[in-house]
């Protein structure tokens, strides 16, 4: 299996651009998550979906971001505009079950810098 | 507010030591735990699990410890070697809910 694979690999963008970001999760998982890590506060679950349904986007930070899963095969973040604040890595993940005991495979994340 | 710690955000071992990581918890609803490992440009991989009616679980080098009284769990990697030089995660979950992770801590294992 390819694992969890997430586009691109870098962005650096101009504050007020918007960014896309993109994830395929593993086939058969029905669970997936996005993170975004910082050194201040390691991985923050920003939001996840269960069979492409979103289940809790409390982490967002605000409105400018927003996220989708149009099929159980694709999911997108999507940050409108963006500020330099939002520069991190973020990460997809996806599992197998929806249970909370199924552990989450990582992408290999997207680095994001917001000049 | 962080609901998983990890305290020490370094750690340098000798090769061949004891590598012990630790991670402390405040939700007592946690009952399932994990541990990540991260090298750089690298996603976060599944190293490790235990789960709450368990106190330890082992996989070739790696033990996880898991005392529930006191919130904490740890990492223990004998012996170590320099190709575990990575940052390692701890994570907690509750039924229902989503994982929670700690910030890291970076791990050298020195030649």
């Known amino acids: 299996d390819a694992g969890v694979i997430q586009s691109p690999r870098h962005e650096v963008t101009e504050m007020g651009q918007e960014v896309t970001l993109r994830c395929k999760p593993i086939?058969?998982?029905?669970?997936l998550f996005w993170y975004r890590q910082t050194m201040m506060r390691g991985l923050e679950l920003l939001i996840y979906f269960n069979n492409n349904v979103p289940i809790d986007d409390s982490g967002m930070p605000e409105d400018r971001f927003s996220a989708k899963m149009p099929n159980a095969s694709f999911s997108t973040l999507k940050i409108q505009p963006s500020e330099p604040r939002d520069s991190a890595v973020y990460f997809c993940?996806?599992?197998?079950?929806?249970?909370?005991?199924?552990?989450?495979?990582f992408g290999n994340g997207t680095r994001l810098t917001v000049t | 507010d962080q609901q998983v710690k990890q305290n020490s955000p370094s750690l340098s071992v000798q090769e061949g030591r004891i590598s012990i990581l630790n991670c402390d918890y405040t939700n007592s609803m946690f009952d399932y735990f994990l541990w990540y490992k991260k090298y750089p440009a690298e996603g976060p991989t599944f190293l490790i699990s235990?789960?709450?009616?368990?106190d330890k679980n082992e996989d070739g080098r790696f033990t996880v410890f898991l005392n529930k009284s006191a919130k904490h769990l740890s990492l223990h990697i004998v012996p170590s070697q320099p190709g575990d030089s990575a940052v390692y995660f701890c994570a907690a979950s509750a039924p229902g809910n989503q994982f929670y992770f700690g910030t890291g801590t970076s791990l050298t294992v020195i030649p």
């Open positions: 993940a996806s599992s197998s079950g929806g249970s909370y005991n199924s552990p989450l495979h």
């Open positions: 086939s058969g998982h029905n669970s």
């Open positions: 235990i789960s709450s009616i368990k």
